[in-house]
Each structure stands twice: as C-alpha cells, then as structure tokens.
C-alpha cells in the first residue's frame, strides 16, 4: 500500500506539473535528453534516428518559422509545396542569422517565380545532406533538386560525432554502408556506479518534475558526459560524398529530375586563396564526371576578395565573418537563376 500509493502521489505531482508548465500530459519523452539535443543544437532542432537531427516542425521563433517536416518557410506559407524546386543542404542554405525571406531559396523562389522548399538544416555534413534530399523527394516530388555543400560539410563527414551523434558512411567490399548515429550519449565507461548513474537518468529523464529539479539541483550529474566532442569516423570523406551525389543522380535521373550542386564557403577560404579548397575541388569534379551541374560560389566572391568589397556578402562581427548576409545570398540566388535558365 506504502509502494502504491506513493507511485499514485507520483503521478500526481507530474500530471499537475504538466499542466502548469503547458506540456502534454501524456507525452512520453524523454525530458532531460531533450533538452540536451536543445543546449547542444538549438532550440529548432530535434532528434532524428537516420540524420542524427533535423529542424522541429511547426517552430515559431523570430524570424525563423517551419512548416511539416522542418521545412523553413520562405515567405507566409503554410504546407510543404510539391512540383517545383528542392533545397537542401546546412547552414548557408538553411539561412541562419537572417530572416525567413532572406535565405537564398527565398531570393531564388522570387527570381524564378516558382517555390523553392527550403529543406536545410544547419550543420550537416554532405552525408545528411544526401539523407536529407533522399528522404524529402517522395514529398516534395520536385522538378529540380538543389543540394547545397558548404566546404566544410565534407570535414563534417569524415566524423561519427560532430558535437552531437551523426550518421556516417563507410565504402566495404566497393559499396556505401550506412551507419546510424551512436546514442546522444555514447557509453564509454563500466563501472558499476556510472552504469547506475546512467540508467537512473535514462528512467528520471521520463519525469518533467525529475528533469525540473535534478537540473537545478544537480546538474552534473544530470546532464554530464557524452556531448561537444567530436569523433572521425574510419572513412574517407570525400569519396563517401561523391559516391552519394552518384547514388543520388542515379535517383532523380529515374524520376526525370534535374539535379544541381551548389558550392559555397566560408570566408576565410575566399581571402585566402585563388583557388577553392582541395576537398571541395575534389567533389566538384566528381559530380561533373556523373553529369551534375555545378555551381561554384567561389570564383565571383573571390574577384571580391578585398576585405571591405567582400563584408558586405557575409555576417560580420569585428573581423569574424560568419554566413552569408542577405545581400551574399541574393547573389547566390542569382548565380543559381542563371544557371536554371541554361
């Protein structure tokens, strides 16, 4: 009778906490987790078995709105749009630090007058990007898919971990095999105490009330370990992404859909160099010998490359250039228009 009605005094106290704090009673999450993937990612992000995470759907935060599926919303919108043109990609292509109207698939869709579904999600690796575009083409049944790699993204592949768990690719016996990502946080001690530490958490983490105290009260013990590392993975990057972009225009090949690669970088490559970086040159060429239109951002912004001719293209903050302004990517909506129009 003590245990019963303690375990009814229990349920109690977090139907009533549900309620005050305005979450569904009945949601069954795990609480504490939640909002570690929130401290690590953002608050737009949630879990994803496959990617590793994706962008909450239906997100209301200023000037960054989502629909079903993450999907940014470019303009007032309210579903996903089919038949016109997909986006995908990180970031850049995402569009952080500016408005939903400011991100390059809102320049494009206003250049080429059709939609153009923003399907990006900030920080993926060429890997997840791929992911990304396989798993939205039956949705969105696109004539003409984008996908959008940051030079960086391929760094980002090479790795099992980048800051949180992601999915990566390994070439066995001459085939791409897909590894899913690790748990959030990876078990890599046995003592016995710390199995206990952890498998306390993962029950507590169920409670909002549990998730609510223990991270006042205890925050070490409730959200240490496992997160912010990052972990390379037995692979080699490139050849992962330029086997992917072949699998994937082997895929819109078979639907009738036209297929472009978009380029971009950071700025720090732009002033540095005459010539994009090695790993991004390597893709570009693969995906031209599999028939994929390029487009590379590089070679406008470099004629550019005087350090007050270029500011004005991406964020900046004293001498951090972080990513593309809304002017950079109006310019980068009007090289790909340019290159639809070929």
């Known amino acids: ?52 995470w994706t962008l909450r759907p239906h997100n209301t935060l200023e000037g960054h709105n989502t629909l079903d599926r993450g999907i940014r919303r470019n303009f007032d919108e309210t579903t996903v749009r089919t038949g016109a043109i997909l986006a995908v990609g990180d970031s850049f292509t995402e569009g952080w630090e500016v408005e939903d109207d400011d991100t390059w698939p809102a320049y494009l869709e206003r250049l080429v007058g059709m939609p153009v579904v923003n399907g990006a999600v900030g920080a993926y690796g060429t890997d997840q990007i791929v992911l990304r575009a396989e798993q939205l083409l039956p949705i969105v049944r696109p004539k003409v898919l984008i996908v959008g790699f940051l030079d960086f993204d391929i760094v980002r592949t090479a790795h099992s971990h980048f800051a949180a768990p992601k999915p990566h690719f390994t070439i066995e016996n001459d085939e791409l095999v897909y590894h899913p990502p690790a748990r959030l946080e990876p078990d890599r001690q046995s003592s016995f105490f710390l199995a206990v530490r952890k498998s306390s958490r993962d029950v507590l983490g169920y409670s909002a009330v549990a998730d609510h105290l223990l991270a006042r009260l205890a925050p070490d013990y409730w959200y240490g370990g496992g997160l912010g590392d990052f972990q390379l993975a037995p692979t080699d990057a490139v050849a992962v992404t330029c086997r992917l972009l072949a699998r994937l225009k082997k895929q819109v090949d078979q639907q009738g859909i036209r297929m472009l690669l978009f380029m971009q970088y950071y700025a720090w490559f732009i002033y540095a160099s005459d010539t994009a970086p090695n790993d991004a040159r390597r893709v570009i060429a693969c995906a031209r010998a599999e028939g994929i239109q390029v487009v590379d951002h590089f070679p406008s912004l470099r004629a550019l490359a005087d350090r007050s001719a270029l500011r004005p293209y991406y964020m900046v903050y004293g001498d951090l250039h972080t990513h593309m302004s809304p002017k950079g990517n109006e310019h980068a909506a009007g090289l790909l228009a340019a290159a639809l129009r070929e």
């Open 1 to 52: 009778m003590i245990v019963a009605s303690t375990l009814v005094a229990l349920v109690v106290v977090e139907v009533v906490y549900r309620l005050v704090i305005g979450v569904p009673v009945f949601k069954l999450a795990n609480w504490r987790i939640e909002r570690v993937v929130i401290g690590q990612l953002g608050h737009r992000t949630v879990i994803d078995p496959v990617l590793g």
